[in-house]
């Protein structure tokens, strides 16, 4: 499936099919709400750019970093993928992929109302992976050799967001240390905006390759075939899934943008600038590694770590407090969620 003509023609004849991609659309359009805002908030909030604009950036440079990063490495893609099996039946595999996939569209919405950042990365995965258990009713179903890759992510992507984020933090103050506060202001201002901009390419990167996947997933699985070993992701889905990310930040954005930017720590430019640079980077060194991790929790540890640079008490530990509980809840709760919708789905449409 190259031409978006072939594709086309596949979702017309086949409205499980059309269904499955309409909800993974949804969970790009969630995702532009929910996680992509994160790439942007500190650009934002220490008034670098305009909504708009920072909006408009953040759209261009998802797509380069889902182009770029999957001629480069797809891997990611496969991960999740691969993760869970739903057996072999066309017709009651894209149920359940479906019914994971509306799951992870009400878990996001639910979160994005209370304006906390929660990792649509991890929703995806257990979506996945609770949908898959209720249909064949054990653990067979699961991966465990990709699936250890997300734990693995986690807490990789934790350590390396706090650390690099004090580290880069801490470097940048003993540089400018004897600088003249005020001439500072325009380089990191510059400076902020190219964080922002590798904060949005390395999203693009990790997330973009994920809901890729999936709907590339959805195609094969209503043909009855298995994932070729090598994914080709076609240009006009980047581009497809880039549009739609853009659309959901645009509509949404801004309950997270106030939560990662301004709540969780008060920032200056060089600190925002120090958070973009420290989150892109744990998230290129974990897309090198293969490994499917969230941005929201690579970006908001680096801002701890910033804050922590100061102060530990700069950081608000309120807000904190909130965001990881719904990490922590995320896996359980998505998961019996795509559990209970997937019985539904099955009762419903079989």
Same mark, same amino acid.
Request: hydrophobic fraction near 55%.
């Given at each position: 499936?190259?031409?978006?003509?072939?594709?086309?023609?596949?979702?017309?004849?086949?409205?499980?099919?059309?269904?499955?991609?309409?909800?993974?659309?949804?969970?790009? +359009? =969630?995702?532009?709400? &929910?996680?992509?805002?994160?790439?942007?908030? &500190?650009?934002? &909030?220490?008034?670098?750019?305009?909504? !708009?604009?920072?909006?408009?950036?953040?759209? =261009?440079?998802?797509?380069?970093?889902?182009?770029?990063?999957?001629?480069?490495?797809?891997?990611?893609?496969?991960?999740?993928?691969?993760?869970?099996?739903?057996?072999?039946?066309? $017709?009651?595999?894209?149920?359940?992929?479906?019914?994971? +996939?509306?799951?992870?569209?009400?878990?996001?919405? /639910?979160?994005?109302?209370?304006? @906390?950042?929660?990792?649509?990365?991890?929703?995806?995965?257990?979506?996945?992976?609770?949908?898959?258990?209720?249909?064949?009713?054990? +653990?067979?179903?699961?991966?465990?050799?990709?699936?250890?890759? =997300? %734990?693995?992510?986690?807490?990789?992507?934790?350590?390396? !967001?706090?650390? #690099? *984020?004090?580290?880069?933090?801490?470097?940048?103050?003993?540089?400018?240390?004897?600088?003249?506060?005020? $001439? &500072?202001?325009?380089?990191?201002?510059?400076?902020?905006?190219?964080?922002?901009?590798?904060?949005?390419?390395?999203?693009?990167?990790?997330?973009?390759?994920?809901?890729?996947?999936?709907?590339? /997933?959805?195609?094969?699985?209503?043909?009855?075939?298995?994932?070729?070993?090598?994914?080709?992701?076609?240009?006009?889905?980047?581009?497809?899934?880039?549009? %739609?990310?853009? /659309?959901?930040?645009?509509?949404?954005?801004? $309950?997270? @943008?106030?939560?990662?930017?301004?709540?969780?720590?008060?920032?200056?430019?060089?600190?925002?600038?120090?958070?973009?640079?420290?989150?892109? /980077?744990?998230?290129? @060194?974990?897309?090198?590694?293969?490994?499917?991790?969230?941005?929201?929790?690579? $970006?908001?540890?680096? @801002?701890? !770590?910033? *804050?922590? %640079?100061?102060?530990?008490?700069?950081?608000?530990?309120?807000?904190?407090?909130?965001?990881? #509980?719904?990490?922590?809840?995320?896996?359980?709760?998505?998961?019996?969620?795509?559990?209970?919708?997937?019985?539904?789905?099955?009762?419903?449409?079989?």
């Amino acid at each position: 499936m190259n031409s978006f003509s072939e594709f086309r023609s596949l979702i017309t004849a086949n409205p499980l099919l059309f269904i499955a991609v309409t909800l993974t659309l949804g969970v790009i +359009l =969630v995702n532009g709400w &929910t996680d992509a805002p994160n790439a942007i908030a &500190t650009c934002v &909030t220490t008034r670098c750019m305009t909504p !708009g604009a920072a909006i408009l950036m953040a759209a =261009v440079f998802n797509f380069l970093g889902v182009f770029i990063m999957t001629l480069v490495n797809a891997t990611v893609a496969e991960t999740i993928t691969k993760m869970v099996d739903f057996g072999t039946n066309p $017709k009651i595999a894209i149920i359940t992929l479906s019914a994971a +996939l509306f799951a992870i569209v009400l878990w996001a919405v /639910l979160a994005w109302l209370f304006g @906390i950042p929660t990792s649509e990365s991890h929703a995806l995965i257990a979506g996945l992976t609770g949908s898959a258990i209720a249909l064949h009713g054990n +653990l067979s179903c699961v991966n465990g050799s990709e699936w250890i890759k =997300v %734990v693995y992510g986690i807490g990789i992507s934790v350590l390396l !967001g706090f650390g #690099l *984020g004090w580290l880069v933090c801490k470097t940048v103050t003993v540089i400018f240390q004897n600088a003249n506060r005020p $001439k &500072t202001e325009p380089f990191f201002r510059g400076a902020q905006i190219v964080g922002a901009a590798s904060m949005a390419f390395m999203h693009g990167a990790q997330d973009g390759q994920k809901f890729m996947g999936v709907i590339l /997933l959805c195609v094969y699985m209503s043909q009855g075939q298995s994932l070729p070993e090598n994914i080709q992701i076609p240009l006009w889905l980047m581009a497809v899934c880039s549009v %739609v990310m853009a /659309l959901g930040t645009a509509m949404g954005g801004k $309950k997270i @943008i106030k939560s990662v930017g301004m709540d969780m720590v008060k920032l200056e430019k060089y600190q925002g600038f120090s958070a973009d640079i420290a989150a892109a /980077l744990a998230l290129l @060194i974990c897309s090198v590694f293969s490994l499917p991790v969230s941005t929201t929790h690579s $970006k908001t540890t680096s @801002i701890m !770590g910033v *804050g922590a %640079v100061r102060r530990v008490s700069a950081i608000n530990f309120s807000v904190v407090k909130e965001m990881v #509980l719904t990490w922590v809840l995320t896996f359980p709760g998505c998961g019996l969620v795509g559990f209970l919708m997937t019985k539904l789905f099955i009762l419903i449409f079989t």
